[in-house]
């Protein structure tokens, strides 16, 4: 049993600060929980109750129905101190023109005298996910001391952008945030198959932990201290089928259940599957370039010419993947299009950037501007119901706080431009984030030995090792 709580947690020298900590993130998850609703909460949670109470698949919006699955069964777990079902889960008829009437749902919502109960007993699957992640990355950062893990878990506790999409906005982003960070963590503790088995139902969750897939099938199927070559191939083919393997039986559940494959086939129907493509370089000609695309397969490239022997010197050690993935994170929100509580999928790779590279001392400023120009420009898109009117069911008064697109809602050509500088700004912040990570990696990858010598977990004497030592040193 003890081997499952966190070195740091069982440390009595450090268990206080924590526990401190712990408590004031409780305290405001809690505060928030009773409030925070939007019209994407209690979509999901209608789905949800279809399968709980109906037996049925709701098969118009087949997409990430693992999480429907276990929205359904925490449906059941809460189930005594909820209302009527039937009171609860009226017909969505909001459903046939969704922008336009599901304001009036939210707010009818909100006002029923059942409202805090019931927001507060669903936010608890949310907050279980939000407390296992946490957990998860005390793990993580422990080895580096306590000024470091006390910073990093500081961090976590109070992570706006967290706190915001988990209980203003309500979504369920942590169910899919904490597997991927216990299979980061599987993987730096070299259990490996499990990693692809945890990834593999983040997936299942939410979609985005698939372009992570080949990434990781790269650097953590290969043994430890196993020479770089092409005989690898085989090794990560067989960790990224496995970690599809959910997502598989996923989408052929849908199939013989709703009689539609769905997922993949769904988002490629809908706004969603388009925002890995909506930055693009103009071509002149037919064709353009896709620049989250361009990267991440550089990315890929990169790694897999090291981890194959074609350039570099060795293997990219497990314990340098976390650096690589927060990369893939910072370019997914810099060069595609998304919902500011999607960043909240950043925050695991900025705690571990905390408490693992205290030499980066810009990381946290600079992802607090991520956070405030996401949440601005979020405003100027959404409205207060995307912000502050997410507390709606505390009162009326947090729809009349007003916006930036109210503001701007009678000069449409200003509103752009004032959007377009938000996400210009955004993106400015992201590859500011990113810049310590690409330098570290690039020296890392000179400063191997010619004979691929070095560290499995922590990388070259130079590079990721030394940072983690010296950072270890710095924190006592």
Not at 415 to 431: D, E, I, K, P
Not at 433 to 450: D, T
Request: aromatic fraction near 10%; charged fraction near 15%; proline fraction near 6%.
């Amino acid at each position: 049993m003890s081997a499952a709580v966190p070195a740091p947690l069982r440390d009595r020298a450090q268990r206080p600060a924590l526990l401190g900590w712990l408590g004031v993130g409780l305290a405001i998850r809690l505060a928030l929980m009773p409030f925070g609703v939007t019209a994407d909460m209690l979509a999901v949670w209608w789905r949800s109750h279809r399968i709980a109470y109906d037996g049925e698949v709701f098969g118009e919006y087949l997409v990430n129905m693992g999480a429907h699955a276990v929205h359904a069964a925490w449906l059941r777990v809460v189930d005594p101190v909820l209302p009527d079902p039937d009171v609860v889960w009226s017909d969505p008829w909001f459903f046939d023109d969704f922008i336009a009437l599901a304001p009036q749902v939210v707010r009818e919502f909100a006002a029923a005298e059942w409202a805090p109960q019931t927001l507060f007993a669903l936010k608890g699957l949310y907050l279980l996910a939000d407390l296992g992640a946490g957990v998860a990355l005390l793990a993580l950062v422990g080895p580096m001391g306590a000024r470091l893990t006390r910073r990093a878990w500081a961090f976590w506790m109070l992570s706006p952008i967290g706190l915001y999409a988990t209980y203003a906005f309500g979504r369920y982003e942590m169910l899919a945030v904490a597997l991927v960070v216990a299979a980061v963590l599987a993987a730096e503790r070299r259990r490996v198959w499990l990693a692809a088995l945890l990834l593999g139902l983040a997936v299942t969750m939410r979609g985005y932990p698939l372009l992570l897939v080949p990434l990781m099938a790269l650097m953590v199927a290969p043994r430890d201290h196993e020479p770089a070559g092409a005989h690898l191939v085989p090794r990560q083919l067989a960790w990224a089928g496995l970690a599809v393997v959910p997502f598989a039986a996923t989408m052929a559940l849908n199939q013989a259940l709703a009689g539609r494959v769905g997922e993949v086939a769904r988002l490629s129907q809908s706004r969603t599957g388009g925002t890995l493509t909506a930055v693009s370089w103009p071509v002149d000609g037919d064709g353009q370039i896709y620049l989250f695309v361009l990267v991440l397969a550089v990315m890929l490239g990169a790694v897999a010419g090291r981890q194959w022997g074609w350039w570099g010197a060795g293997r990219v050690p497990v314990g340098e993947a976390w650096v690589w993935l927060l990369l893939a994170h910072v370019a997914l929100f810099a060069l595609s299009t998304w919902g500011a509580h999607y960043v909240a999928w950043l925050t695991p790779f900025v705690a571990l950037a905390i408490g693992r590279r205290p030499a980066w001392r810009g990381v946290l400023w600079l992802h607090l501007l991520q956070v405030l120009l996401a949440l601005a420009w979020f405003d100027a898109v959404g409205g207060p119901g995307t912000t502050t009117g997410t507390l709606l069911a505390a009162g009326p008064a947090a729809e009349q706080l007003g916006s930036l697109r109210e503001l701007l809602l009678t000069a449409p050509g200003t509103a752009a431009q004032v959007q377009g500088v938000l996400r210009t700004g955004f993106v400015a912040a992201s590859a500011l984030l990113a810049a310590p990570a690409v330098v570290e990696l690039w020296r890392g990858w000179r400063a191997v030995s010619p004979d691929g010598g070095g560290d499995a977990l922590g990388g070259s004497v130079s590079g990721p090792a030394a940072s983690d030592a010296a950072a270890r040193r710095q924190s006592r």
